[in-house]
Structures are given as structure tokens and as C-alpha cells.
């Protein structure tokens, strides 16, 4: 065999590269990957309540947060995540005891979820902008649609995501790989609920006190 520091074995030519890979535990790489994938998330997600935070008193002689914010509306979009946050906890425990059927199913209710959350958070937009309240209004609206519309466009990819994940699931079962991937999902979903209760908190409580 060819060794990898130069020295010819066995009248072999000099080779000055590694021959054979290193070993790759895995999913090790997998996990460390997307949790500095994660940490850019938070960054990002960071400049943009430092930026609302600065802008959100900014209305430019426009409608602020009293004039347009349904908190009713706001709690129940708020309790949809949540409750998407507690199924997939559920899907995960089912996918601890390799129960495919009842890990589909959980992963089923958290989309319904998802959707909803997403349908809501639609028609708050929709209803906003058909008062004239759109982002080009005020530096207030600007970073408002700024904020909740990265949040809503991260659970729009997981959704995706959590489609894809069930289709790979019905086709190849609870293997290490699936596994490996819905806790990814996990990590992600869960991160953005409490980037919504920040949301929630922030921008929405905080602005109906100003």
C-alpha cells in the first residue's frame, strides 16, 4: 500500500496525498452543520429586532400598532405555532419507539398547524395592506413586514421541509438517516417558535404599550 507521507512501500512511487479517507462518523458533520446553520438564523433574526426596535416608533404621521394590531387575532396565530410545536414533539417521541404510522400522523397535524398559522398571518398581511398600512409607509411598517414576513417565509421552508420529510418516511421508514433528519426539523421548529414568541412579545405587546 501507498504511503501517504512520500515514502515509497514496496518500490511503490512516492505519493504526497492522503490515499484513503478519513473516518467520517455519522452524522456527526450533519448535526455540527446545522447548528451553526442555526446560529447564522439567530443572527439574522437579531439584526432584524435590533432594527425594529430602533424604527418601531418610526410612523411617519401614519397608522402605529393600536390603529392596526388585533391581539385576539395575534393569540390565536400564536397558540397555532404552539400547538405545532407540541405535535411535532409528539412525532419525535413516536419516532423514538420506530412507530412509522403514528410518526406520519403527528407529522400530519403539525403541518395542519403550520398552515394555519401561516393562513392567519396571511390574511393579518392581506388585511393591513388593504388599509393602506403597506411596507413602504412608515420605517415602522417597513421593519413590521420585514420581521414577521422572514419568520413567516422560515415556516413556509419548514413546511416544505416537513412534506419532504414525510414523503421520505413513507418511502424508506424510521432508517438512521430519516431519523437524523427529523430531528434537524426539530431543532429548526422549535427554534422558530420561540423567534415568535419574541415576535409576539416585542412587537406585538410591546407595541400596543407605546
Known amino acids: 500500500m501507498t504511503q501517504a507521507s512520500g515514502t515509497p512501500a514496496s518500490g511503490e512511487a512516492p ?28 443572527l439574522i433574526f437579531a439584526v432584524l429586532f435590533a432594527t425594529f426596535g430602533v424604527l418601531g416608533g418610526s410612523y411617519a404621521a401614519g397608522p402605529g400598532p393600536k390603529d392596526l394590531f388585533d391581539l385576539e387575532l395575534v393569540a390565536l396565530n400564536t397558540s397555532m405555532l404552539l400547538f405545532s410545536s407540541i405535535t411535532y414533539g409528539f412525532a419525535m417521541l413516536a419516532m423514538e419507539k420506530d ?29 393591513m395592506i388593504a388599509e393602506g398600512a403597506t411596507p413602504q409607509r412608515s420605517a415602522f411598517l417597513s421593519a413590521f413586514f420585514t420581521l414577521v414576513g422572514t419568520h413567516g417565509l422560515h415556516v413556509t421552508f419548514g413546511l416544505i421541509w416537513l412534506v419532504t420529510l414525510m414523503v421520505q418516511v413513507g418511502q424508506r421508514g424510521l432508517v438512521v438517516a430519516n431519523k437524523r433528519r427529523l430531528m434537524c426539523l ?9 423567534v415568535w414568541i419574541g415576535v409576539f412579545t416585542f412587537v406585538y405587546l410591546m407595541g400596543m404599550l407605546r
Open 15 to 42: 505519493v504526497f496525498y492522503e490515499v484513503d479517507e478519513h473516518p467520517h462518523p455519522e452524522g456527526h458533520s450533519t448535526m455540527l452543520g446545522f447548528w451553526i446553520y442555526l446560529m447564522s438564523d439567530c
Open 99 to 127: 412507530r412509522v404510522k403514528v410518526t406520519q400522523l403527528w407529522l400530519v397535524v403539525t403541518a395542519v398547524f403550520g398552515l394555519a398559522f401561516l393562513s392567519i398571518e396571511l390574511y393579518e398581511f392581506h388585511h
Open 186 to 194: 426539530s431543532m429548526f421548529w422549535h427554534f422558530l417558535d420561540v
